[in-house]
T-cell receptor, first 119, second 112 residues
Framework: AQKVTQAQTEISVVEKEDVTLDCVYE???????LFWYKQPPSGELVFLIR??????QNEISGRYSWNFQKSTSSFNFTITASQVVDSAVYFC????????????????FGKGITLSVRP | ETGVTQTPRHLVMGMTNKKSLKCEQH?????MYWYKQSAKKPLELMFV???????ENNSVPSRFSPECPNSSHLFLHLHTLQPEDSALYLC???????????FGNGTRLTVT
């Protein structure tokens, strides 16, 4: 069975601080996808990134960066120079895709991390 | 309009009522989903429709009944709900079942 653990439940930082959101996953499959989604106060989840298990290259997108470490089963997310608009709930998710089933049907979300960025 | 639109945004209903949640996507996607988000719990996938056919039903009680009349619209019909069904119900769509999800703003449901 697959599992996603986001041990941090709430994080509060001051604007311009860097913050790292942790995600640890469990899976028995060798082929899987990892995701991060952001849920602002308006409610809708916004897709941030998808990584497949064969691509361990870290990714940077503006102030966002992701560190994928298969050796520790982690997919951590760092926000550099945080801003008030980054305040949201952030979800890490895992999917074990099979040839006959779409990845989204096997998507497991973590419980989310509430990030508050204070001015 | 673009994106995924859900109506109503808020709904309060009694346990004997019948109501429906509506979701509409303007992205040309082929798959649509219902998720339940309860406080302090991970998102729970309820139903998946691909090309208007239900492909996933995650042991959801029969008091929740989905309907997908076409690839742009998805409904969740509610009947004799329980107070523990109070939650945020999120609709999502994706181009294919392996593509990233696009979510609506959700319907905040309160069952009294």
């Amino acid at each position: 069975a697959q599992k996603v653990t986001q041990a941090q439940t709430e994080i509060s930082v001051v604007e311009k601080e860097d913050v790292t959101l942790d995600c640890v996953y469990e899976t028995r499959d060798t082929t899987y996808y990892l995701f991060w989604y952001k849920q602002p106060p308006s409610g809708e989840l916004v897709f941030l990134i998808r990584r497949n298990s064969f691509d361990e290259q870290n990714e940077i997108s503006g102030r966002y960066s992701w560190n994928f470490q298969k050796s520790t089963s982690s997919f951590n997310f760092t926000i550099t120079a945080s801003q008030v608009v980054d305040s949201a709930v952030y979800f890490c998710a895992l999917s074990e895709a099979t040839p006959s089933t779409g990845a989204n049907s096997k998507l497991t979300f973590g419980k989310g991390i509430t990030l508050s960025v204070r001015p | 309009e673009t994106g995924v639109t859900q109506t109503p945004r808020h709904l309060v209903m009694g346990m004997t009522n019948k109501k429906s949640l509506k979701c509409e996507q303007h992205l040309g996607h082929n798959a649509m989903y219902w998720y339940k988000q309860s406080a302090k719990k991970p998102l729970e996938l309820m139903f998946v429709y691909s090309l208007e056919e239900r492909v996933e039903n995650n042991s959801v009680p029969s008091r929740f009944s989905p309907e997908c009349p076409n690839s742009s619209h998805l409904f969740l019909h509610l009947h004799t709900l329980q107070p523990e069904d109070s939650a945020l119900y999120l609709c999502a769509s994706s181009q294919a079942q392996n593509s990233p999800l696009h979510f609506g703003n959700g319907t905040r449901l309160t069952v009294t």
